[in-house]
């Protein structure tokens, strides 16, 4: 069983800057893709970054240029840096990881998550 621990959330002013953590209990990242996720009030859990296990990544329109996302295999820890933030990305951030080469937008297809890490953006 991996478990997986989000960390680094916040209260931040708008423009300002956050970095995400995720620290998972074993070696998840070297067989598994990775994401982050992120679910505001009343709206459903998005996609906002993704890595595969071979280290490629991807990112939603939404966030393209401001937000990246990392691995630190050596610590089992995921990171999701995150810069210029607008009232809109506040929300609950989650980084769930799924057994097979590629992340997915589906959060059904994940294996393992964790229990998030809020983030407020402050006007």
């Known amino acids: 069983q991996v478990q997986l621990v989000e960390s680094g959330g916040g209260l931040v002013q708008a423009g300002g800057s956050l970095r995400l953590s995720c620290a998972a209990s074993?070696?998840?990242?070297?067989?598994?893709?990775m994401g982050w996720f992120r679910q505001a009030p009343g709206k459903e859990r998005e996609l906002v970054a993704g890595?595969?296990?071979?280290?490629?990544?991807s990112y939603s329109d939404s966030v393209k240029g401001r937000f990246i996302i990392s691995s630190d295999n050596a610590k089992n820890k995921l990171y999701l840096q995150m810069i210029s933030l607008k009232d809109e990305d506040a929300a609950g951030y989650y980084c769930?990881?799924?057994?097979?080469?590629?992340?997915?937008?589906?959060?059904?297809?994940?294996?393992?998550w964790g229990q998030g890490t809020q983030v407020t953006v402050s006007a």
């Open positions: 074993r070696r998840t990242f070297r067989n598994a893709a």
């Open positions: 890595i595969t296990s071979g280290g490629s990544t």
């Open positions: 769930p990881a799924v057994t097979r080469y590629t992340w997915s937008v589906v959060t059904s297809a994940y294996n393992y």
